[in-house]
């Protein structure tokens, strides 16, 4: 099964690759990614100034994480000296590095990390919807390399095909869609209080959540800008996850808050579950999946489900979540045509697959 990918020059082992963020921070972890099989590696965000992080900072639940860390715990000059030399002496997988966020940053950090970099992502989490400063900041970047760039998008930004044609215009080879959602909030019932958030009381939001809103992020950029490149971040969990990305139009995919919630070792597992699962679904490669036009069937005529008896458990969950009152059971489940609406709920929440 072929797995590689490639895009603006970058030739990837396979499409899934880390996001940016605490399990990036250092050469370890990065050396750790590499050792996993990722197609690429991409770096904790790297900027001019120091943060401040308030502790705890992460908090996980069963389909997201909310994190109130900010970028790089580590300067410029411990990336530049120590980091950076020591992962490009162990790995020969292209290095996308993660620099953050103004136009006068991306004047000091895009020639000094050059020389490391085979492409750059830069967030745009702290510098606000206007377009014409994201404009400027990336023309900055793009007088200062010849490497590919990928602007990160962030959820709030009310246009993402505008933002993708203004700085495709203005010189980046692509996006990275999405990046957390928020500000968003953890509140502690017991204790009356906020944690996990920052000086203002807010966290960002990741993981499975919001994969739904990232893929359709993905989507909407690529219907519209067919030859623009977009990696898919945002709610990747398996193998699967990746597939659904690559048939919205993505070139690659990155997964970070998913291992954080899994286990670190989901890396190696979903990039020995891919070629399974591409056969699953008759793909040959991953190329072929990149290359297959998704199917908009809408139909609005309603269809009565159907029950499946041998696999029904009677678990009446059907019943009790129908919002139009359609559902009974009497000696099995039944649909009542007068009142189903055709929602497919039940088809979509029944945990045996019985409904049809």
Not at 155 to 162: Q, T
Not at 190 to 202: C, H, K, L, P, V
Not at 267 to 292: C, R, W
């Amino acid at each position: 099964m072929n797995l590689k990918t490639s895009f603006d020059g970058l030739v990837l082992s396979n499409p899934l690759m880390p996001a940016s963020g605490p399990l990036v921070g250092d050469a370890e972890k990065l050396i750790f990614m590499h050792d996993s099989d990722c197609g690429a590696l991409v770096s904790k965000t790297i900027s001019t100034k120091e943060p401040h992080i308030p502790r705890p900072c992460i908090y996980g639940d069963k389909e997201y994480v909310m994190n109130s860390e900010l970028w790089s715990e580590h300067s410029k000059e411990v990336w530049v000296n120590e980091f950076l030399p020591q992962i490009k002496k162990h790995s020969d997988k292209p290095l996308i590095i993660s620099v953050g966020y103004t136009k006068e940053d991306m004047e000091i950090l895009i020639p000094l990390l050059d020389p490391f970099a085979d492409a750059f992502e830069v967030s745009t989490h702290y510098v606000g919807t206007d377009l014409s400063v994201i404009k400027q900041t990336v023309q900055m970047i793009r007088s200062h390399t010849s490497k590919p760039f990928y602007m990160k998008i962030s959820p709030h930004i009310p246009n993402p095909v505008l933002f993708a044609e203004t700085v495709r215009n203005a010189g980046a080879n692509g996006l990275v869609a999405i990046n957390s959602l928020g500000p968003t909030m953890k509140i502690d019932v017991e204790t009356r209080s906020i944690r996990y958030g920052n000086a203002d009381g807010f966290a960002w939001t990741s993981g499975p959540a919001i994969k739904n809103l990232a893929l359709a992020t993905v989507y909407t950029i690529k219907q519209a800008l067919h030859d623009f490149t977009v990696i898919g971040v945002g709610g990747v969990k398996s193998a699967d996850d990746v597939i659904e990305f690559l048939l919205a139009g993505a070139s690659g995919v990155q997964m970070l808050s998913g291992a954080m919630l899994k286990g670190k070792d989901l890396y190696a597992k979903i990039i020995k579950d891919l070629p399974i699962a591409l056969a699953k679904y008759g793909f040959e490669s991953v190329e072929e999946v990149m290359q297959t036009s998704l199917n908009k069937e809408v139909v609005y005529t309603p269809v009565l489900p159907e029950l499946i008896v041998e696999k029904c458990t009677e678990c009446m969950l059907c019943t009790k979540i129908c919002p139009y009152f359609a559902i009974d059971f009497k000696e099995q489940i039944t649909f009542n045509p007068d009142k189903c609406f055709g929602c497919g709920l039940c088809i979509s929440k029944c945990p045996v697959k019985a409904i049809k």
